[in-house]
């Protein structure tokens, strides 16, 4: 099936609204999962003074399970919508009670292809760098692996998941079929855009390639996602 780009960022409040209402927990716990078994493996414990940056945070899904997961730590989510950004603080102050770490919690309104490390801290690097349903927005594939190289150090341990583009149009409009069991028909609608705009393994090995960053490896999940992790 060909890629089919869709747009950058989210900014109808009905999108918006719609996401934010998405119960998408179990791939997010498995995402989170996948991090924290390789950190362990490399023998990576993440502590007060690491920085953790979560790109196109949307509503601070993630972002917050993070803060969770790593407690001490301080948290940046950054998006480029500021519809998602307003979502993601109401989030934030919902959850307060039983999100003990809100406060190591920040968000931040920029777009990530012009953003510097400067901008984002003091601190000289950061830990983690994570990103979830994010790659297939990016109009130019290559500014996401620029701006990788840009918030990295050789430390930065690095995980972005994302869809992967079925092999055919019947399989995605399967794939859709099943999201409207689910979802609403905003939200059904806005996964179907998703997957044709996402991309395949060996179709991000070669940009990955292109960009000279060999070192990170492109890991698929059941078919339907694809995670790049690794150091860049």
Not at 74 to 79: A, E, L, P, S, T
Request: include cysteine; glycine fraction near 4%.
């Amino acid at each position: 099936m060909k890629r089919e780009a869709e747009p950058e960022l989210m900014n109808a409040r009905n999108q918006v609204m719609a996401y934010a209402a998405g119960d998408f927990s179990l791939g997010e716990e498995r995402f989170i999962g996948f991090i924290s078994q390789f950190l362990r493996k490399k023998g990576i414990s993440l502590s007060s003074d690491d920085l953790i940056v979560d790109l196109g945070c949307g509503p601070g899904n993630i972002t917050e399970r993070l803060s969770r997961q790593w407690p001490l730590s301080k948290v940046i989510g950054i998006d480029g919508s500021q519809e998602m950004i307003l979502r993601a603080e109401k989030n934030k102050e919902l959850n307060k009670l039983k999100l003990k770490s809100t406060e190591k919690i920040r968000y931040i309104c920029a777009d990530i292809k012009k953003i510097k490390l400067m901008e984002i801290t003091a601190k000289k690097q950061i830990a983690l760098l994570v990103s979830n349903s994010l790659i297939h927005h990016i109009a130019n594939i290559d500014d996401f692996f620029l701006c990788l190289k840009k918030l990295s150090t050789k430390a930065t341990v690095n995980f972005h998941k994302d869809l992967r583009r079925p092999d055919n149009k019947e399989i995605a409009l399967e794939l859709k079929k099943k999201c409207a069991q689910k979802y609403n028909k905003i939200l059904t609608n806005d996964y179907y855009a998703s997957l044709k705009a996402s991309y395949q393994k060996d179709e991000l090995k070669q940009i990955i390639k292109r960009n000279h960053i060999d070192s990170l490896d492109v890991l698929e999940e059941n078919n339907e996602y694809l995670i790049i992790y690794g150091n860049v």
